[in-house]
């Protein structure tokens, strides 16, 4: 069945760097998009960035852009989140999620991660 | 960046019907997708492209999308349907997945 398994997240100082991995089973990854969503404690959805199959095209939350960078190794299987210049504000649970669409991309997620949690804090 | 509204909180009785809104200039030229997320577990999606169900969703999930308002209708809601619900689009002007802050249902 198809399968996301996120890991990397844990605590860290303001200011540090994080690298989030995802690994992907159960379907031909590397004909999807990829997106990474977050969630503050208690807070809603946050989508962060969206990554094409290819690597082509990359798309970022405001906030995020020029501090996080999206990127994927289609021969591992693996997304991943590089997360530089952290704040206090990132504190979150961050999901991996399939983008529905190929070849036609139609940015929705049909399927997630458990998540993985990364805590910004001194 | 896109703006999408979501009413915080709904309480419905069991076997009653849930309608769950989510408002944004001209929704209606978008696809909305809608998700389920229940305490402690990761989104769901349970309606795609406005009124489509993936499968393995009950019949009792439908939506309709037109003007400025989007909406989840859960027919004959049950205690499992508790959770709180996401509405989302795709902004082709900002290049931006955009959701709405979720509504909390109780049932």
């Known amino acids: 069945q198809v399968q996301l398994v996120e890991s990397g997240g844990g605590v860290v100082q303001p200011g540090r760097s994080l690298r989030l991995s995802c690994a992907a089973s159960g379907f031909i990854f590397s004909r999807n998009g990829m997106h990474w969503v977050r969630q503050a404690p208690g807070k809603g959805l946050e989508w962060v960035a969206f990554?094409?199959?290819?690597?082509?095209?990359?798309y970022y939350l405001e906030s995020v852009r020029g501090r996080f960078t999206i990127s994927r190794d289609n021969s591992k299987n693996t997304l991943y989140l590089e997360m530089n210049s952290l704040r206090p504000e990132d504190t979150a649970v961050y999901y991996c999620?399939?983008?529905?669409?190929?070849?036609?991309?139609?940015?929705?997620?049909?399927?997630w991660g458990r998540g993985t949690t990364v805590t910004v804090s001194s | 960046s896109y703006v999408v509204t979501q009413t915080p909180s709904l309480s419905v009785a069991p076997g009653q019907t849930a309608t769950i809104s989510c408002e944004g200039d001209?929704?209606?030229?978008?696809?909305v997708h809608w998700y389920q997320q229940r305490p402690g577990q990761a989104p769901l999606l349970v309606l795609y492209d406005d009124r489509d169900r993936p499968s393995g969703i009950p019949e009792r999930f439908s939506g309709a999308n037109s003007g400025n308002t989007a909406t989840l209708t859960i027919s004959r809601v049950e205690a499992g349907d508790e959770a709180d619900y996401y509405c989302?689009?795709?902004?082709?002007?900002?290049?931006?997945?955009?959701f709405g802050g979720g509504t909390k249902l109780t049932v």
């Open positions: 001209h929704i209606g030229t978008k696809s």
């Open positions: 999620a399939k983008e529905s669409g190929w070849p036609v991309v139609y940015y929705y997620m049909d399927v």
């Open positions: 990554m094409s199959y290819d690597g082509h095209y990359k």
């Open positions: 989302q689009v795709w902004d082709s002007i900002s290049d931006q997945v955009a």
